[in-house]
């Protein structure tokens, strides 16, 4: 189907819209679609009609390249008195037709969202055996087995840190949303240093100036700060005295002796130097991520990245000399050029590196990022493959998924996993995924996460421009008083 044909989806009888269009994207990623209540709109080769009958009965039909496809069945609850079993009831029909009429077969079946392993968390705290939850969930959103495996293994694996969460302390993420060059896949809020590098002394110091104004709740409200996280963007991106001043401003501001983790995402090799690990480590930071993606030189010059696969190992050693005992390393799944054996070669590599822990993400192609242009040239691509590889090879070596979640647009759906070392898990990529901490985000293009006590998640986004941020600071900070409220009531929350 062509990529800017909008594939007419017609509901009768329901408003299952959200479900549905993440169903239909399973299996059409590249397509949009056109949602209508107007049966006269299901017209041409390609539609989709979803109904909804006598309050009971559920109906797909589906034209596909001309020939159609239906399904129907009869509900034992009632619509109007179970909405969710009946939407995701008529979600598995097209689903099953999909399936059936394309032969794709998700690996993570109808299973949307991104936190996969809140679901096997869930059942876990339900007293549940690995059986029963495998037969609750493969019958529910046919995953696939090793699917099953991995959900599991990494629920198990993060289920005693979520038990060990402080109730009263928070996590402070701080981020510097500068990149050298924008990598070609990228989605994420990042700007070029040549074009930052003229506001980057206003960023610095409103950047501080956010963080003193959020030590002051935290203080005010006697919450405690759990992990602090430097994210970007490409934290060392920036000078090392840039990097200093701001990490000094934590220094000087949190109370770090009671923080349990510290993280600074070093990111890409390129911007790594002695001096910027000697001030990471000096500050504070215990754990480094040095993320090459791939060691192929090839795919890096594809992707629009400046340094080679040596020169990521060469990152890697220095940091390891300097004195890092806790250094995360960044894969990616699925990235154009790159073949089953290049990324084994990689993942092999990385391996013997031994970081204390590895991240495989697999290739995500949003809007925003320039490779979207070509996404077609996805089609085939043997992400799955790979990762299937990385499962098998990292717990043949040691190393246990503790965190994962999932994005829309990703190669063939598939996920991304943070695996460690055992003890070398990261507490914040826990809190984040899991949603059970609060995150207070400082930087332009930083969101602050509130989880309330009540389990209401409120969030408060950041500009996303660094001058947008400068500018307009006042009032952003007008927006951040809804912080102290939300810790006021952390804080009144028992200790454990
Ligand atoms: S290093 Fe990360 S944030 Fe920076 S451009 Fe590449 S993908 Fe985007």
């Given at each position: ?240 005295e840039d990097l200093r001043t701001i990490m000094e401003c934590v220094a000087e501001n949190f109370d770090l002796a009671k923080i349990r ?88 590599r990385i391996t013997e590196l031994d970081p204390e822990s590895i991240t495989v993400h697999t290739l995500t192609i949003k809007r925003a990022?320039n490779l979207f242009e070509k996404a077609g040239e996805n089609n085939n691509n043997p992400a799955a493959e790979m990762v299937s590889y ?107």
């Amino acid at each position: 189907m062509n990529n800017n044909f909008k594939m007419p989806v017609i509901l009768i009888g329901n408003s299952f819209k959200y479900e549905i269009e993440a169903t239909l994207k399973l299996f059409f990623h590249e397509n949009r679609f056109a949602f209508s209540d107007d049966i006269n709109e299901a017209a041409g080769d390609n539609y989709v009609i979803a109904s909804v009958k006598n309050d009971s009965v559920i109906s797909a039909q589906i034209m596909l390249n001309g020939e159609l496809s239906s399904l129907e069945a009869t509900l034992d609850i009632p619509v109007s008195d179970d909405k969710d079993t009946a939407e995701h009831e008529l979600c598995r029909l097209i689903y099953r037709i999909l399936s059936e009429r394309t032969g794709i077969r998700p690996p993570w079946g109808l299973m949307t969202g991104i936190r996969p392993v809140k679901k096997f968390v869930e059942l876990i705290r339900q007293d549940m055996s690995r059986e029963q939850i495998y037969d609750k969930l493969s019958q529910k959103y046919e995953i696939t087995p090793e699917k099953l495996d991995i959900g599991y293994i990494t629920a198990e694996n993060q289920l005693p840190i979520l038990d060990r969460i402080n109730s009263r302390a928070v996590s402070l993420y701080v981020s510097i949303p500068f990149c050298p060059t924008r990598c070609s896949y990228c989605s994420f809020v990042s700007h070029s240093m040549d074009s930052a590098v003229k506001l980057m002394p206003d960023y610095v110091r409103m950047l501080c100036r956010e963080l003193e104004i959020t030590a002051q709740i935290v203080k005010e409200t006697n919450t405690e700060i759990d992990t602090v996280y430097f994210g970007g963007g490409t934290p060392t991106s920036i000078s090392a005295e840039d990097l200093r001043t701001i990490m000094e401003c934590v220094a000087e501001n949190f109370d770090l002796a009671k923080i349990r983790e510290y993280s600074v995402e070093a990111g890409r090799p390129d911007t790594i130097t002695e001096e910027k690990l000697r001030v990471i480590k000096e500050l504070g930071a215990q754990r480094i991520s040095v993320n090459p993606q791939t060691l192929n030189d090839d795919v890096l010059r594809v992707i629009g990245r400046n340094h080679s696969g040596e020169d990521a190992i060469r990152a890697f050693e220095l940091a390891r000399k300097i004195g890092f005992t806790n250094i995360n390393t960044d894969l990616i799944a699925g990235l154009p050029t790159e073949t089953p054996e290049s990324f084994r070669n990689t993942l092999d590599r990385i391996t013997e590196l031994d970081p204390e822990s590895i991240t495989v993400h697999t290739l995500t192609i949003k809007r925003a990022a320039n490779l979207f242009e070509k996404a077609g040239e996805n089609n085939n691509n043997p992400a799955a493959e790979m990762v299937s590889y990385s499962i098998d090879k990292l717990l043949a070596n040691g190393y246990l998924p503790y965190y994962m979640y999932r994005q829309k647009n990703t190669v063939d759906n598939l996920e991304n996993i943070g695996y460690s070392k055992k003890g070398f898990e990261s507490f914040y990529n826990i809190f984040i995924m899991d949603e059970t901490q609060t995150i207070l985000g400082v930087g332009c293009a930083a969101s602050t996460k509130l989880v309330y006590p009540d389990g209401k998640i409120s969030r408060i986004h950041n500009y996303k421009f660094p001058y947008e941020y400068i500018r307009q600071f006042d009032t952003l900070m007008e927006k951040k008083k809804e912080a102290a409220e939300c810790l006021k009531k952390i804080s009144s929350l028992p200790l454990r």
